[in-house]
Every structure is written in structure tokens, then in C-alpha cells.
């Protein structure tokens, strides 16, 4: 089956501590994202690739960091720096300039 | 800055009704426009992509038009079933700036009553 894979599907932080989030696609898209989603707004950009080794911060990408060391994978990691992390995290992949396919989400929860 | 609103923010209809959501953009400058789905607690589900140069596309009982000039795309939906009920999303992506960014609104929440 080709599609995006997201992993964990619920996951807790205690305060202080780093988490990651795992993104993986068989769809052999170049371009790959992160967004938040929060209630009640709208979906917003938290890092993107393109390509293999590069990427770029989105609207919010304070607190988080990303690698892309490989095609099929674009990990995400949620920071002690990220000060109101609880929210819906979806990845996303597409070829470059065109339809976007989402995972399935995790959804992250501060305790 | 491009901004995409929804109107309206919810919708209930009785099942077989046809209905019409809407979204409007201020930037008239996209590159492309993407209709998804998203059911409670789960990811988002693409249904339509219309480029910039296109009017309109379908698929099933759907059909996304749009009209850059004016700012606003409409998602028909035929024959609406329970099954329907879910968020609707629309995202808009620009030319320029960084490319494959899409802005999105906050939805329309839609019901369908069986």
C-alpha cells in the first residue's frame, strides 16, 4: 500500500523533555511537511523539505527541529523550547508544486 | 499575506440535499487551490485539486470551481448522505515566496441529518 505513515498515534510529554515524532512515505515525493493543528484555527506550517538534506522553517517553527536524511522520512522533534506544545500534528508529501497527501496525525499531549 | 476564509463555519442539511461550501482567498496570485476532508480526530483526505489555470474539477459528486479574478472557489456536493458529515478544508498555494506552502482556512463543519 502506498501512503504516509505516522508514528505514535497519541503521545504524552512530560515538561522538559524532547519527543519525535516519526513521518514516513512510500510514494517517492521529494517534498515533505509538518503543520499544527489547534482547535478552532486553521492548520499552520511548522517545517517543509523539498529535497533530501534541506529544509525550511514554516510559520511556527520555534521549539521544534527536523532532519531529512532520507527521502522517505522527515522525523519531527518537539523541544523543551516549545513552550504549548499539546496540539495535532500532521505530515504531509507531495511532488514538489502539487497535491499534498496527509498521514493519519499524532496527537501530542503535555502532562 | 494571503488569508483563506470559510463561510460559513457550520452547516446542518437534511440527507439529499445538494449544498455549496465556500472559500475565499485575498491574494489572487495562486499557484493552485486543494479541497480535503477531515473526519473527527484523523488526518486530512484530498479531494479536489484545481491549478490556477483550471475552472473547475469533479470528481464523483463533487465539483470545486474556481474564480481567481473574484478571490473564491465554491465545493458543490450532490445528493449530500450521513457519510458526508465531516470538516471541510480548503488551502490555496502562491506564487513566489516559498514554494509548496499552502494557506489554510478553518473549515466548514458539515452534518448530515439521515
Known amino acids: 500500500d502506498g501512503g504516509i505513515t505516522q508514528s505514535p498515534k497519541y503521545l504524552f510529554r512530560k515538561e522538559g523533555q524532547n519527543v519525535t515524532l516519526s513521518c514516513e512515505q512510500n510514494?517517492?515525493?521529494?517534498?515533505m511537511y509538518w503543520y499544527r493543528q489547534d482547535p478552532g484555527q486553521g492548520l499552520r506550517l511548522i517545517y517543509y523539505?523539498?529535497?533530501?538534506?534541506?529544509?525550511q522553517k514554516g510559520d511556527i517553527a520555534e521549539g521544534y527541529s527536523v532532519s531529512r536524511e532520507k527521502k522517505e522520512s522527515f522525523p519531527l522533534t518537539v523541544t523543551s523550547a516549545q513552550k504549548n506544545p499539546t496540539a495535532f500534528y500532521l505530515c504531509?508529501?507531495?511532488?514538489?508544486?502539487?497535491?499534498?497527501?496527509f498521514g493519519p496525525g499524532t496527537r501530542l499531549t503535555v502532562l | 499575506k494571503q488569508e483563506v476564509t470559510q463561510i460559513p463555519a457550520a452547516l446542518s442539511v437534511p440527507e439529499g440535499e445538494n449544498l455549496v461550501l465556500n472559500c475565499s482567498f485575498t491574494?489572487?496570485?495562486?499557484?493552485?487551490l486543494q479541497w480535503f476532508r477531515q473526519d473527527p480526530g484523523k488526518g486530512l483526505t484530498s479531494l479536489l485539486l484545481?491549478?490556477?489555470?483550471?475552472r473547475e474539477q469533479t470528481s464523483g459528486r463533487l465539483n470545486a470551481s474556481l474564480d481567481k479574478s473574484s478571490g473564491r472557489s465554491t465545493l458543490y456536493i450532490a445528493a449530500s448522505q450521513p457519510g458526508d458529515s465531516a470538516t471541510y478544508l480548503c488551502?490555496?498555494?502562491?506564487?513566489?515566496?516559498?514554494?509548496?506552502?499552502?494557506?489554510f482556512g478553518t473549515g466548514t463543519l458539515l452534518a448530515v441529518q439521515p
Open positions: 523539505s523539498q529535497i533530501v538534506n534541506d529544509f
Open positions: 491574494d489572487s496570485a495562486i499557484y493552485n
Open positions: 488551502a490555496v498555494m502562491n506564487y513566489g515566496g516559498a514554494t509548496n506552502k499552502l494557506i
Open positions: 504531509a508529501s507531495s511532488i514538489v508544486n502539487n497535491e499534498q497527501f
Open positions: 484545481i491549478q490556477s489555470s483550471q
Open positions: 510514494l517517492n515525493h521529494d517534498a
